[in-house]
């Protein structure tokens, strides 16, 4: 998500209070992961099943392990909805850079969410950990072929509300549907 952020031109929405909130989560699932075995609050049982002469780790989730996979995905559908509307709005090669990272991004998640839903050829045997060298690569790619921080989607609004000219974007109407911070300061309003 911060990647995103970053990439999308956001990054002005994370202080360090922001970021602190949103991986305070994340820490306490490593702290439950690696205490696991007092409490079983995040796998309640391991164990070994052979599925078609593979051994795999098969494991029942318990409570944090239920809780951490829906914020991740939470985490996951905001920055995959936010590099849509990047994608969307862009133009020549910034419609290439937001295509190939949203790519990276989907790939891992559509995997892992088969996964976490039992449509996979072997259960208990997770490939999103096999998916992520391909998300790299997408973004190997992006980075060096495709400039992604040289040449970043610069959001509109962004862009309007920095103009020192007062604007106001009117409909057929002729109703105000845009105005920017300079124009609200010659019509008097905050």
């Known amino acids: 998500l911060y990647f995103v952020l970053e990439y999308a031109g956001y990054n002005r929405l994370f202080n360090t209070k922001v970021t602190l909130t949103l991986l305070i989560p994340m820490i306490v699932a490593f702290l439950l992961v690696i205490t696991n075995n007092i409490h079983h609050l995040f796998l ?4 070994m099943v052979v599925v078609d002469g593979i051994v795999v780790r098969g494991f029942i989730p318990g409570p944090a392990y239920v809780f951490t996979t829906i914020y991740r995905g939470l985490l996951l559908f905001a920055a995959a909805a936010i590099l849509v509307q990047v994608h969307l709005s862009a133009e ?3 419609k290439v850079q937001s295509g190939i990272l949203l790519g990276a991004l989907l790939a891992p998640v ?3 969410f088969l996964y976490h839903m039992g449509i996979t050829p072997y259960p208990f045997l997770d490939f999103t950990a096999i998916i992520f060298p391909v998300s790299g690569v997408c973004v190997m790619l992006g980075l060096f072929r495709y400039r992604f921080f040289d040449i970043v989607p610069l959001p509109k609004q962004t862009l309007f509300s920095s103009l020192s000219e007062g604007i106001m974007v009117l409909d057929e109407k002729m109703r105000i549907i845009d105005i920017n911070s300079a124009a609200r300061a010659v019509l008097g309003e905050n």
Do not use: D, S
């Open 44 to 47: 309640l049982q391991e164990f």
């Open 92 to 94: 020549g090669i910034q």
């Open 110 to 112: 559509i995997i892992g």
